[in-house]
């Protein structure tokens, strides 16, 4: 066999391998929505999620809610996690750590989405707020992960 063909070949192994271990697979939003535990008394809800790009794929780094790891920002996923109501950092570290703010209020559900974007060296996972419009029909395709 030609060895650029082998070369080729193992490459497409390797890639789908990567993605097939770093996506989602859990319940679809739609039915873990209709199943999702009800806010506890003076709480709020916030939801993170990642779509599936294919580059950047093998990444899942650490979800941090105030500094405290929450899950993981895993391709194609989503989770949820309640909290008190005020402003909350959230961060992930690649490259280097990133954050974004979210202000979350009493029975209300906050989004927070992860970008793969390239790197100096690697790619990038960086959090951004996202309106709650934006968010639902983005995440309809979406599975669970933790």
């Not at 941090?64 to 929450?70: A, C, E, R, V």
Request: some cysteine.
């Amino acid at each position: 066999m030609n060895p650029v063909v082998k070369l080729t070949a193992w490459y497409g192994v390797v890639l789908s391998g990567l993605c097939l271990t770093g996506c989602a697979s859990g319940p679809a939003y739609s039915q873990y929505r209709a199943t999702a535990p009800p806010l506890a008394n003076g709480m709020g809800r916030i939801w993170f999620y990642r779509h599936s790009i294919l580059f950047g794929d093998a990444m899942d780094p650490a979800i941090k809610l105030d500094g405290t790891k929450i899950g993981n920002s895993i391709p194609g996923g989503f989770f949820q996690a309640q909290t008190t109501p005020g402003t909350h950092e959230v961060s992930t570290t690649s490259e280097a750590t990133y954050t974004t703010t979210v202000t979350v209020s009493t029975n209300v559900d906050s989004y927070v989405k992860f970008h793969v974007v390239p790197g100096a060296l690697t790619y990038r996972v960086e959090p951004a707020v996202v309106n709650e419009t934006n968010a639902i029909p983005e995440m309809q395709r979406l599975h669970y992960a933790r």
